[in-house]
Protein backbone atom coordinates (compact mmCIF):
# COMPACT_ATOMS: atom_id res chain seq x y z
CA UNK A 1 0.00 0.00 0.00
CA UNK A 2 1.29 3.65 -1.23
CA UNK A 3 2.53 5.54 1.66
CA UNK A 4 -0.51 8.46 2.29
CA UNK A 5 0.67 12.42 3.00
CA UNK A 6 -0.38 13.71 6.74
CA UNK A 7 -2.15 16.64 7.06
CA UNK A 8 0.65 17.98 8.91
CA UNK A 9 2.67 17.40 5.54
CA UNK A 10 -0.08 18.73 2.99
CA UNK A 11 -0.31 21.90 4.93
CA UNK A 12 3.50 22.94 3.88
CA UNK A 13 1.98 22.10 0.75
CA UNK A 14 -0.98 24.54 1.06
CA UNK A 15 1.88 27.43 2.32
CA UNK A 16 3.67 26.29 -0.95
CA UNK A 17 0.59 27.07 -2.77
CA UNK A 18 -0.53 30.09 -1.32
CA UNK A 19 3.25 31.74 -2.00
CA UNK A 20 3.34 30.60 -5.38
CA UNK A 21 5.45 27.72 -5.13
CA UNK A 22 5.50 24.65 -7.56
CA UNK A 23 5.15 21.68 -5.36
CA UNK A 24 6.41 19.29 -7.97
CA UNK A 25 9.80 18.80 -6.47
CA UNK A 26 9.01 18.30 -3.07
CA UNK A 27 5.51 16.27 -3.16
CA UNK A 28 7.20 13.01 -1.45
CA UNK A 29 5.51 11.48 1.49
CA UNK A 30 9.16 10.14 2.52
CA UNK A 31 9.81 13.80 3.49
CA UNK A 32 8.88 14.73 7.03
CA UNK A 33 7.27 17.82 8.14
CA UNK A 34 10.20 19.81 9.28
CA UNK A 35 11.91 18.74 6.27
CA UNK A 36 9.23 20.41 3.98
CA UNK A 37 9.12 22.98 6.04
CA UNK A 38 13.25 23.96 5.24
CA UNK A 39 12.55 23.40 2.10
CA UNK A 40 9.59 25.48 1.98
CA UNK A 41 11.92 28.30 3.28
CA UNK A 42 14.84 27.71 0.86
CA UNK A 43 12.20 27.73 -2.09
CA UNK A 44 10.62 30.74 -0.97
CA UNK A 45 14.20 32.33 -0.82
CA UNK A 46 14.41 31.29 -4.21
CA UNK A 47 17.39 28.65 -3.28
CA UNK A 48 18.16 25.65 -5.32
CA UNK A 49 17.13 22.48 -3.54
CA UNK A 50 18.34 20.17 -5.85
CA UNK A 51 21.39 19.74 -4.01
CA UNK A 52 19.59 18.58 -1.17
CA UNK A 53 15.72 17.33 -1.88
CA UNK A 54 16.73 14.23 -0.42
CA UNK A 55 14.64 12.16 2.19
CA UNK A 56 17.65 10.76 3.77
CA UNK A 57 19.00 14.24 4.74
CA UNK A 58 18.06 15.63 8.20
CA UNK A 59 16.13 18.95 8.61
CA UNK A 60 18.60 19.97 10.58
CA UNK A 61 21.08 19.73 7.65
CA UNK A 62 18.99 20.99 5.19
CA UNK A 63 18.15 24.21 7.64
CA UNK A 64 22.34 24.33 7.69
CA UNK A 65 22.79 24.36 4.08
CA UNK A 66 19.51 26.85 3.65
CA UNK A 67 21.61 29.17 5.94
CA UNK A 68 24.84 29.42 4.14
CA UNK A 69 23.81 29.45 0.47
CA UNK A 70 21.65 32.51 1.69
CA UNK A 71 24.56 34.14 3.03
CA UNK A 72 26.05 33.61 -0.51
CA UNK A 73 28.19 30.69 -0.26
CA UNK A 74 28.32 28.29 -3.24
CA UNK A 75 27.24 25.30 -1.29
CA UNK A 76 27.74 23.12 -4.73
CA UNK A 77 30.86 21.72 -3.52
CA UNK A 78 30.58 21.59 -0.15
CA UNK A 79 26.97 19.50 0.06
CA UNK A 80 28.61 16.35 -2.37
CA UNK A 81 31.83 16.60 0.41
CA UNK A 82 29.87 16.95 3.95
CA UNK A 83 26.42 15.69 3.24
CA UNK A 84 26.09 13.35 -0.13
CA UNK A 85 28.93 11.40 1.17
CA UNK A 86 27.45 10.87 4.22
CA UNK A 87 30.79 11.40 5.76
CA UNK A 88 29.92 13.60 8.20
CA UNK A 89 27.10 13.32 11.08
CA UNK A 90 24.66 16.66 11.98
CA UNK A 91 26.40 18.22 14.40
CA UNK A 92 29.63 17.96 12.16
CA UNK A 93 28.17 19.03 9.16
CA UNK A 94 26.92 22.39 11.28
CA UNK A 95 30.16 23.28 12.08
CA UNK A 96 31.51 23.07 8.57
CA UNK A 97 28.52 25.38 7.19
CA UNK A 98 29.16 27.81 10.51
CA UNK A 99 32.87 28.26 9.39
CA UNK A 100 32.18 28.16 5.67
CA UNK A 101 29.67 31.23 5.99
CA UNK A 102 32.04 32.99 7.92
CA UNK A 103 34.27 33.05 5.09
CA UNK A 104 36.67 30.80 7.24
CA UNK A 105 39.36 27.84 6.11
CA UNK A 106 37.99 24.75 6.00
CA UNK A 107 40.57 22.87 4.84
CA UNK A 108 41.79 21.81 8.58
CA UNK A 109 37.77 21.27 9.35
CA UNK A 110 37.49 18.48 6.69
CA UNK A 111 38.49 15.93 8.79
CA UNK A 112 35.35 13.13 9.52
CA UNK A 113 37.50 12.04 12.20
CA UNK A 114 37.03 15.22 14.35
CA UNK A 115 33.57 14.92 16.16
CA UNK A 116 31.68 18.76 16.39
CA UNK A 117 33.60 20.04 19.41
CA UNK A 118 36.83 19.42 17.85
CA UNK A 119 35.72 21.22 14.64
CA UNK A 120 34.54 23.88 17.06
CA UNK A 121 37.70 24.68 18.40
CA UNK A 122 39.22 24.80 14.36
CA UNK A 123 37.09 26.82 13.52
CA UNK A 124 37.85 29.40 16.79
CA UNK A 125 41.28 29.11 15.97
CA UNK A 126 40.48 30.17 12.15
CA UNK A 127 38.44 33.04 13.34
CA UNK A 128 41.29 34.36 15.41
CA UNK A 129 43.97 34.05 12.70
CA UNK A 130 46.18 31.25 14.33
CA UNK A 131 47.50 28.33 12.53
CA UNK A 132 45.14 25.50 13.76
CA UNK A 133 47.29 22.89 11.80
CA UNK A 134 49.43 22.72 14.82
CA UNK A 135 46.18 21.03 16.59
CA UNK A 136 43.69 19.28 13.84
CA UNK A 137 44.44 15.85 15.21
CA UNK A 138 41.95 13.91 15.89
CA UNK A 139 44.71 12.34 18.50
CA UNK A 140 43.66 15.65 20.61
CA UNK A 141 40.39 15.97 22.61
CA UNK A 142 38.45 19.06 21.92
CA UNK A 143 39.95 20.27 25.28
CA UNK A 144 43.21 19.42 24.80
CA UNK A 145 42.55 21.51 21.62
CA UNK A 146 41.46 24.56 22.90
CA UNK A 147 44.64 24.76 25.70
CA UNK A 148 46.91 24.61 22.26
CA UNK A 149 44.74 27.43 20.63
CA UNK A 150 44.99 29.37 23.82
CA UNK A 151 49.13 29.47 23.85
CA UNK A 152 48.67 30.20 20.19
CA UNK A 153 46.31 33.21 20.63
CA UNK A 154 48.38 34.52 23.45
CA UNK A 155 51.64 34.29 21.69
CA UNK A 156 49.51 36.51 18.91
CA UNK A 157 47.98 39.04 20.99
CA UNK A 158 51.65 38.89 22.66
CA UNK A 159 53.29 39.88 18.85
CA UNK A 160 49.98 42.29 18.33
CA UNK A 161 50.94 44.36 21.45
CA UNK A 162 54.66 44.29 20.64
CA UNK A 163 54.12 45.92 17.15
CA UNK A 164 51.48 48.39 18.50
CA UNK A 165 53.89 49.35 21.25
CA UNK A 166 57.30 49.11 19.45
CA UNK A 167 57.78 52.79 18.29
CA UNK A 168 57.38 54.01 22.05
CA UNK A 169 59.52 51.32 23.66
CA UNK A 170 61.96 51.57 21.28
CA UNK A 171 62.21 55.41 21.76
CA UNK A 172 62.74 54.74 25.31
CA UNK A 173 65.55 52.33 25.01
CA UNK A 174 66.95 54.92 22.80
CA UNK A 175 66.50 57.29 25.10
CA UNK A 176 68.47 55.58 27.81
CA UNK A 177 71.54 54.26 25.63
CA UNK A 178 71.94 58.20 25.25
CA UNK A 179 71.33 59.68 28.37
CA UNK A 180 72.66 57.29 30.66
CA UNK A 181 76.55 56.02 31.28
CA UNK A 182 77.32 52.37 29.37
CA UNK A 183 77.48 50.72 32.93
CA UNK A 184 73.91 51.93 33.86
CA UNK A 185 72.64 51.00 30.00
CA UNK A 186 73.71 47.50 31.01
CA UNK A 187 72.26 47.68 34.61
CA UNK A 188 68.96 49.18 33.18
CA UNK A 189 68.93 46.26 30.51
CA UNK A 190 67.56 43.41 32.57
CA UNK A 191 64.74 45.58 34.24
CA UNK A 192 63.65 46.19 30.86
CA UNK A 193 63.58 42.46 29.94
CA UNK A 194 61.99 41.49 33.24
CA UNK A 195 59.28 44.32 32.51
CA UNK A 196 58.58 43.05 28.92
CA UNK A 197 57.72 39.46 30.80
CA UNK A 198 55.83 40.78 33.28
CA UNK A 199 53.76 42.27 30.81
CA UNK A 200 53.34 39.20 28.77
CA UNK A 201 52.54 37.13 32.01
CA UNK A 202 50.34 39.88 32.80
CA UNK A 203 48.24 39.42 29.12
CA UNK A 204 48.68 35.97 29.68
CA UNK A 205 46.20 36.15 32.75
CA UNK A 206 43.66 38.27 30.86
CA UNK A 207 43.48 35.83 27.88
CA UNK A 208 42.84 33.46 30.53
CA UNK A 209 40.37 34.96 31.52
CA UNK A 210 38.38 35.36 28.16
CA UNK A 211 38.97 31.58 28.14
CA UNK A 212 37.38 31.13 31.11
CA UNK A 213 34.20 32.94 29.83
CA UNK A 214 34.28 31.54 26.20
CA UNK A 215 35.21 27.69 27.50
CA UNK A 216 33.87 25.74 24.07
CA UNK A 217 30.76 28.03 23.42
CA UNK A 218 30.61 31.28 20.67
CA UNK A 219 31.39 34.70 23.03
CA UNK A 220 31.28 36.99 20.35
CA UNK A 221 34.68 38.23 21.60
CA UNK A 222 37.65 37.74 18.87
CA UNK A 223 40.84 38.18 18.73
CA UNK A 224 41.25 41.69 17.86
CA UNK A 225 38.86 42.52 20.63
CA UNK A 226 40.54 41.16 23.43
CA UNK A 227 43.81 42.63 22.05
CA UNK A 228 42.36 46.31 21.92
CA UNK A 229 40.89 45.49 26.04
CA UNK A 230 44.24 44.96 26.75
CA UNK A 231 45.63 47.40 25.09
CA UNK A 232 43.78 49.88 26.52
CA UNK A 233 44.34 48.41 30.24
CA UNK A 234 48.50 48.48 29.51
CA UNK A 235 48.09 52.32 28.48
CA UNK A 236 45.31 53.26 31.41
CA UNK A 237 48.11 51.44 33.91
CA UNK A 238 45.39 48.94 35.00
CA UNK A 239 47.46 45.71 34.68
CA UNK A 240 50.37 47.33 36.21
CA UNK A 241 50.48 47.84 40.29
CA UNK A 242 52.64 50.83 42.12
CA UNK A 243 56.12 50.03 42.51
CA UNK A 244 59.77 50.92 43.41
CA UNK A 245 60.38 51.60 39.98
CA UNK A 246 58.89 54.99 39.03
CA UNK A 247 61.95 55.86 37.12
CA UNK A 248 61.01 53.79 34.29
CA UNK A 249 57.63 55.75 34.63
CA UNK A 250 59.61 59.33 34.37
CA UNK A 251 61.24 57.79 31.19
CA UNK A 252 58.56 57.51 29.14
CA UNK A 253 56.89 60.77 30.09
CA UNK A 254 59.69 62.31 28.45
CA UNK A 255 58.78 61.07 24.91
CA UNK A 256 56.03 62.23 23.79
CA UNK A 257 54.04 60.34 26.55
CA UNK A 258 53.65 56.79 25.72
CA UNK A 259 52.17 53.75 27.33
CA UNK A 260 53.03 53.72 31.21
CA UNK A 261 54.65 50.37 32.06
CA UNK A 262 55.33 50.27 36.13
CA UNK A 263 56.78 47.16 37.45
CA UNK A 264 55.67 45.28 40.59
CA UNK A 265 57.73 45.64 43.78
CA UNK A 266 56.98 41.51 44.18
CA UNK A 267 57.91 40.77 40.63
CA UNK A 268 61.25 42.26 41.37
CA UNK A 269 61.78 40.79 44.26
CA UNK A 270 61.31 37.11 42.75
CA UNK A 271 63.76 38.14 39.62
CA UNK A 272 66.46 39.23 42.78
CA UNK A 273 66.01 35.84 44.26
CA UNK A 274 66.52 33.94 40.72
CA UNK A 275 69.53 36.31 40.52
Not at 145 to 156: A, G, H, I, T, Y
Request: charged share 30%.
Amino acid sequence: MAKKFTEEQTAVFRKCIRAGLSIEDIKNPDYNVAQLHELYLAKKAGLDISLYSDPAISAETMREIRRTAAADVDVGKLVHTVVQTGAYNDSQAKEIMDAARRGLNLKNMLNPELNALQMKQIKFGERDGIDTGVYADSAFSAEQMQKLRFELVVQKIIERLKEFFSQAWNKFVNWVREELPAEQVQGNSYAEDSAEQFISDKIYKEVCIYFESEQTEETGETLQSVTEKISKKIISGELMAESEIQQKQEFYNAINEPPVIIVEAEFEEDLAMEM
